[in-house]
Nanobody, 124 residues
């Protein structure tokens, strides 16, 4: 499985950005995709996750109500819409995939495949 992330950039606090992650190769319809971020000097944080089938969405408390994860099964692409961005959201954002469904927000270590990171910078 190969993952190609895009959409990072710089924005002022209160602004919005949309990240995309296209999956290719042997993706699993029973699996899940997620977004993980890592801020400078901090540990990786699982931000959001979505199964390739079903309607449940999973979010970290730090982004609930501001971030929205969605998918396009036709395009094999997962999106992360980030609104009301804060300086604390500044981080490298990674998309990741796993072969099994999730029922809770997964830990970063539970993902098997990772895309390259995309930097999101939020200035105050």
């Amino acid at each position: 499985v190969q993952l190609q992330a895009s959409g990072g950039g710089s924005v002022q606090a209160g602004g919005s950005l949309r990240l995309s992650c296209e999956a290719s190769g042997r993706t699993s319809s029973n699996g899940a995709m997620g977004w993980i971020r890592q801020a400078p000097g901090k540990e990786r944080e699982s931000v959001a996750a979505i199964n390739w089938s079903g309607g449940r969405l999973f979010y970290a408390d730090s982004v609930k109500g501001r971030f929205t994860i969605s998918r396009s099964n036709v395009r094999n692409t997962v999106y992360l819409e980030m609104d009301s961005l804060k300086p604390d959201d500044t981080a490298v954002y990674y998309c990741a995939a796993r072969v099994n469904r999730v029922v809770v927000l997964p830990t970063p270590d539970s993902y098997s495949y990772w895309g390259q990171g995309t930097l999101v910078t939020v200035s105050s």
